[in-house]
């Protein structure tokens, strides 16, 4: 049964880098790229059960917190053009 | 080997991968970047968590079970986080919602 489940996360994966390739924004490519984290942390955690190594849990805690980061990161480079911009939430310099 | 906890897990491992399927086809069929955002949210909480609880079942009463449930609570944390960034930006950025035909984009 993992095996269907891993099958089924890899067609979701190729659908959503079918949007990351198409996406006519930036947001929609990057909407695709988080969601290709997401599955890709179920498919390491599936991957391991697959495998009777679930060790391959922590990989998939460590890639989700990269996924994260990653994903606000870019975010802020497209949205402000500079990752060292306060942003409009912060308090204005003096 | 009982038989209960096994079906139940299978049940939500292929539940979830149906999710997941789901979520991302409407991730490439939806025609608007914030409803395409909708769709993705499907793979966020049912498809993830199902798949998660379906694993949790198997795992059993151990540390792999609190490894995925710290991977759940991972993704119920950070992934509505990321897409109300992801819109905020979009919407700051001036990308116009798609909208019914006679519909007026200054009213919300």
């Known amino acids: 049964m993992f095996a269907a489940g891993a099958f089924a996360l890899l067609v979701a994966l190729v659908l959503a880098l079918a949007r990351a390739i198409l996406g006519p924004t930036v947001f929609d490519r990057l909407q695709a790229a988080n969601t290709v984290g997401t599955v890709a942390m179920l498919m390491l955690a599936v991957l391991g059960f697959l495998g009777g190594r679930p060790e391959f849990l922590d990989l998939a805690l460590v890639y989700g917190l990269l996924n994260v980061v990653g994903t606000i990161a870019v975010l802020k480079f497209f949205r402000y053009g500079d990752l060292g911009e306060p942003g409009e939430d912060a308090e204005p310099r003096t | ?108």
């Open chain 2, 1 to 108: 080997m009982n038989l209960a906890p096994d079906i139940l897990s299978w049940a939500c491992l292929v539940a979830g991968g149906a999710f997941c399927v789901i979520g991302a086809l409407g991730l490439v069929r939806m025609p608007d970047f914030y409803t395409r955002v909708h769709a993705a949210g499907i793979v966020d909480t049912a498809g993830a968590g199902l798949m998660l609880l379906g694993m949790i079942l198997q795992a059993g009463f151990s540390l792999i079970a609190v490894k995925l449930l710290m991977i759940g609570l991972l993704i119920l944390f950070a992934s509505p986080t990321a897409t109300h960034a992801l819109t905020k930006a979009a919407l700051a950025r001036g990308l116009a919602p798609l909208l019914a035909p006679g519909e007026d984009p200054s009213k919300p």
